[in-house]
């Protein structure tokens, strides 16, 4: 019965996710010109990323996080379902602060822990159910998820919701600050990044995540509600100027 059919569209489940965002790194990193793990860009991320993690209240998550740096100059980072973590050199250039990158990827981490991607792939499968007259034909039973036939493509354009992106940022800061960051070093990147569009393209990065005036109030207010000194925010250097 057709009524019934986007009810049987799940949650793809943690193995799922595992499955398809290592598939998807693997494309990632046979066409993109991935940085060697000796690349002072890939250990400053990397620290960053160990920090976050030693962070992380859910130390027994499934998830197996990664850290890669991609060459590139779009501003850019995100995160795949399981944990690979990418952030690109054009973003990296544009960050003043190593509290600005570990909001960035404490934002990305918490799409992760929450599962955002499976959430937004269930409901885009029921919402397609909704608008086909014959929503049998998806059969989810015989695999939409198999990881053969859902490429990287799917993975990254797939969009979050604003709750998805509120929870994320809220997250993000909560674990940026358990990792010793300051909370400020979100706010500011996210500034920079509302900053960087106006007058021309936008930046990658806010094509998935949307940013406002609201959305960057949000963040301060939260920042302000911990009502604590927080140490400087450090700068973001690189050995040996790289």
Do not use: C
């Not at 620290?47 to 499934?62: F, I, K, N, Q, Y």
């Not at 544009?94 to 955002?116: F, I, P, W």
């Not at 940022?169 to 979100?186: C, E, F, K, S, T």
Request: aromatic fraction near 8%.
């Amino acid at each position: 019965m057709a009524a019934s059919a986007p009810a049987q569209f799940s949650k793809p489940s943690a193995a799922q996710q595992l499955q398809l965002g290592k598939q998807a790194a693997r494309e990632l990193r046979s066409k993109e010109r991935v940085l060697p793990a000796g690349d002072p860009r890939v250990e400053v991320v990397r620290r960053v990323g160990r920090r976050l993690l030693a962070a992380m209240a859910d130390r027994t998550s499934p998830w197996e996080y990664s850290f890669d740096v991609i060459d590139s100059n779009q501003i850019n980072a995100f995160a795949l379902p399981g944990g690979p973590t990418f952030v690109y050199t054009g973003l990296l250039s544009h960050l003043k602060s190593e509290d600005e990158l570990a909001g960035v990827m404490g934002h990305e981490l918490t799409h992760v822990r929450k599962e955002h991607w499976a959430y937004a792939y269930r409901d885009q499968q029921r919402n397609n159910a909704l608008l086909t007259l014959g929503a049998l034909v998806f059969r989810p039973s015989r695999g939409v998820l198999d990881a053969a036939g859902l490429g990287s493509t799917l993975l990254l354009d797939l969009p979050f919701s604003r709750r998805h992106e509120t929870e994320a940022d809220q997250g993000g800061m909560d674990l940026m600050v358990r990792a010793g960051y300051n909370p400020q070093g979100m706010v500011d990147v996210f500034q920079m990044l509302n900053e960087t569009s106006k007058g021309g393209r936008p930046p990658e990065f806010l094509s998935d995540h949307p940013s406002d005036s609201k959305r960057i109030r949000r963040m301060q207010e939260q920042a302000n509600s911990m009502n604590r000194n927080f140490a400087p925010q450090r700068p973001l250097y690189f050995r040996n100027g790289g």
